[in-house]
């Protein structure tokens, strides 16, 4: 692990813990609404894609690249999260439903937004340190 961190500044670091943001998000996404009918297959793969991508992207030492991708793969999968479960968001927002948001929604919300606010803060960082 060493070698990856080396001659590294510390917004490579923030994208790396993002990395893993992402990750945790896909699996907490997925545990959560993959039997239901708000799940979003398309964010899960758009995600995952993302995470991918970030990988090959450190691997062939293109270090400026990553935070762009974690950001665009992390705000596109969001979007389509929303997409999918706007219907349950309106249904208790009105009433229809009177059981309200479980702990599992707001966790999954949580979870996008750190992640997308940790892939931000990462774009306006420098990834590598000027020799």
């Known amino acids: ?5 080396d001659n590294k500044a510390a917004g490579f670091r923030l994208t790396l813990i ?4 992402a990750l945790l998000t896909l699996v907490e996404y997925t545990c959560v609404y993959a ?7 398309e964010a899960f793969w758009i995600l995952a894609a993302g995470i991918a991508l ?3 992207l450190i691997a062939a030492r293109q270090y400026r690249f990553v935070p762009t991708a974690l950001l665009a793969s992390v705000f596109i999968a969001f979007l389509y999260y929303l997409y999918h479960i706007y219907f349950f968001i309106s249904s208790v927002a009105v009433g229809i ?5 479980p702990f599992s929604f707001y966790l999954n919300i949580a979870c ?14 420098p990834q590598t340190e000027n020799k």
């Open 18 to 21: 993002g990395i893993v943001l």
């Open 1 to 5: 692990m060493k070698f990856i961190t």
């Open 35 to 41: 039997s239901t009918r708000y799940m979003s297959w």
């Open 54 to 56: 970030c990988v090959i």
């Open 97 to 101: 439903q009177f059981s309200g948001f």
């Open 112 to 125: 996008f937004v750190i992640t997308l606010i940790v892939a931000i803060v990462c774009v306006f960082l």
